[in-house]
């Protein structure tokens, strides 16, 4: 018997939702851990590592975390190439502004631009969603240090402490527990090497594990730091 529901890509099923959209959830469910936080020096996040090959030629600093501007960030989980499309699109989107306005992009209209190609990919027929979460953190004058989760359908939402990917409930369980608004930057590294050793058990942690800060240098000029694998290492044996 014919089913009386038209199942595309972009329609609603009987109980209202898209199909493929549960899907794209479905794989960041099982995709790489991110953790990211909002502190008052800046914003810490950490994700799973992966090496780059050594014949690779990108300018990207990790497989995982990715710049769209000096002053902001994006953590992927998920489908890596629907995620490297955001990217470079974010990237050329913020170029453009620079050249036009002649200064940085706002961090939340990127965020928007990011969204609205996201939401667009939910009602175009023969397209599906992107099967990628972005967490986008960075900083403006306006509003300081700011964390924002996308999602597949296009819709985000502001964070202070946010964990995104496999394990995701048990993570944010765990950061709602350690996190307060006066976290200093060594507690929130030990909160996040908290969440990821639970699931890794190793002290050599910085085989598995990225950890990048963003904040401002002694002139107050915003830099995103990369912690070594030896200070990796020695944050797990001081835990």
Not at 203 to 212: A, D, G, M, T, V
Request: net charge neutral.
């Amino acid at each position: 018997m014919p089913s009386k529901l038209d199942f595309k890509t972009t329609s609603f099923d009987g109980e209202g939702r898209i199909s493929q959209l549960e899907f794209s959830m479905e794989t960041i469910n099982s995709g790489n851990p991110v953790i990211a936080i909002k502190i008052k020096e800046g914003i810490v996040i950490a994700t799973g590592k992966n090496d780059l090959p050594f014949y690779s030629d990108s300018f990207q600093f990790s497989t995982k975390i990715f710049l769209l501007e000096e002053n902001i960030f994006c953590a992927i989980t998920g489908s890596n190439p629907d995620a490297q499309a955001l990217v470079d699109n974010a990237r050329i989107q913020a170029q453009q502004f620079k050249q036009i306005f002649q200064e940085i992009i706002p961090l939340k209209k990127i965020v928007n631009i990011i969204c609205d190609i996201k939401q667009k990919f939910t009602q175009t027929g023969g397209k599906r969603p992107f099967g990628t979460s972005l967490i986008i953190g960075g900083f403006d004058s306006v509003n300081g240090f700011q964390i924002f989760r996308t999602e597949p359908s296009g819709n985000y939402s502001e964070w202070k402490a946010v964990a995104v990917g496999s394990n995701s409930i048990t993570n944010q369980s765990i950061l709602d527990e350690g996190f307060t608004i006066d976290l200093p930057l060594e507690n929130a590294l030990q909160l996040i090497l908290k969440i990821f050793y639970k699931k890794i058990k190793s002290f050599r942690l910085s085989n598995k594990i990225e950890i990048f800060i963003l904040k401002h240098d002694d002139k107050q000029k915003i830099v995103i730091n990369c912690l070594s694998p030896k200070e990796i290492d020695s944050l797990v044996l001081n835990r």
